[in-house]
């Protein structure tokens, strides 16, 4: 609600840093790159800061946020650390993976952060300038994708702007993100679950922890309350597993294919095509209302992330 705000585009630079810190500092809401998406950031310990976030997604506010941090130190401040946590933190921090453990009573964090759960999504991002920001500011930022709930997540700062200008305080521009995917989502608890598989591959986890993850499944109880099934979705249908394009579809290709608009990834590469994955249902939402088809991505690897959001651009509209 209320008058729209006057957005600024920072530059990442000591004097953008500055900026940012000061304006999470005063309440605001500060967009910036971390190397999966784009995060909408606030003081995690300031309620109004928080509340303001989920306003201006249009977010439900039974659906919790990731706190991000600079350090596991600062992480242990926040979270019950165990032995398991201390491993996965050592092989994969900074980077995009989150980790879902008890919330500890002293946080001080605000209890609409975790939408009143017992838990808390914590994850130290790799991106230099979301460090940078992280360590400039000192404090828990809370970030969900920078995106109007329910849209494509935003991997540069144009996107962020399509979205949210007016809403928030200030985008700080970083570029693309690299990985292009969110993180992978890892609850540990008496069994470490696969919330949300993202762009630390599950082959990867599962190598380190010695064994085989459980994945979430819809219609499980809600244990990871993001994971409503349509998300991510652009304007046009989404049609999965096209070997061929009906009359009037668009293709989002993936490999070696006729007639692309758009190309996932001409070499195969999973890599290249979860970096491309958001930037292309960008362009093809701004391009135009004709459905796209999509070809059949192999689910291993990235390819398990980028299944799982074309899965939810494809679902039913509720
Ligand atoms: O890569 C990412 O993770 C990006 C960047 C900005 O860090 N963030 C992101 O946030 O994707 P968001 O809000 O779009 O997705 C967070 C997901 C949601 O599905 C939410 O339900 C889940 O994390 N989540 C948060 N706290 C949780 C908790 N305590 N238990 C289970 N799931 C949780
Ligand atoms: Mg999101």
Redesign the pocket.
């Known amino acids: 609600g209320g008058r729209p705000l006057d957005t600024q585009t920072l530059t990442a630079d000591k004097a953008g840093f500055a900026r940012a810190a000061t304006l999470l500092d005063a309440g605001g809401l500060v967009a910036f790159p ?1 190397e ?5 950031g606030a003081d995690a310990r300031n309620d109004l800061a928080v509340a303001r976030i989920f306003e201006a997604k249009g977010r439900p506010r039974f ?4 706190v ?1 941090v600079p350090d596991v130190e600062l992480a242990k401040r926040y979270v019950i650390w165990d032995d398991e946590a201390d491993r996965l933190a050592a092989a994969f921090w900074p980077g ?1 993976l ?1 980790l ?1 453990l008890p919330l500890r009573p002293d946080s001080g964090l605000s209890p609409l952060v ?2 009143d ?1 017992q ?3 914590i ?1 130290v ?1 790799a991106h230099p300038v979301a460090r940078a920001l992280l360590e400039r500011f000192g404090g828990p930022v809370a ?4 995106n109007p709930s329910g849209r494509i ?1 935003p991997t540069k700062a144009a996107h962020v702007l399509a979205g949210l200008t007016g809403r928030i305080e200030a985008v700080v521009d970083g570029g693309d993100c690299d990985v292009g995917v ?2 992978t ?1 890892l ?1 540990l608890g008496e069994t470490p679950t696969l ?2 598989p ?2 630390l591959p599950q082959e990867a986890l599962e190598a380190a922890l010695g064994t085989t993850l459980t994945r979430y499944q819809d219609g499980d109880p809600l ?5 409503m099934t349509s998300h991510y979705a652009p304007g046009a249908k989404v049609r999965l597993n096209a070997r061929e394009i009906d009359k009037g579809e668009r293709l989002l290709g993936f490999g070696n294919v006729q007639n692309a608009t758009l190309n996932l990834s001409p070499a195969c590469d999973l890599t290249e095509a979860a970096a491309n994955l958001f930037h292309h249902l960008h362009s093809l939402d701004q391009s135009g209302n004709a459905p796209i088809a999509v070809s059949p991505i192999p689910e291993t690897g990235l390819g398990r992330a980028i299944n799982d959001r074309l899965r939810r651009a494809a679902a039913p509209r509720s």
């Open positions: 971390t999966t998406v784009y995060g909408l659906n919790p946020l990731i991000h995009p989150t879902v975790t939408a759960l838990t808390l999504a994850r991002p970030a969900p994708s920078a997540s969110e993180s989502i609850g919330l949300r993202g762009g244990t990871a309350p993001g994971q």
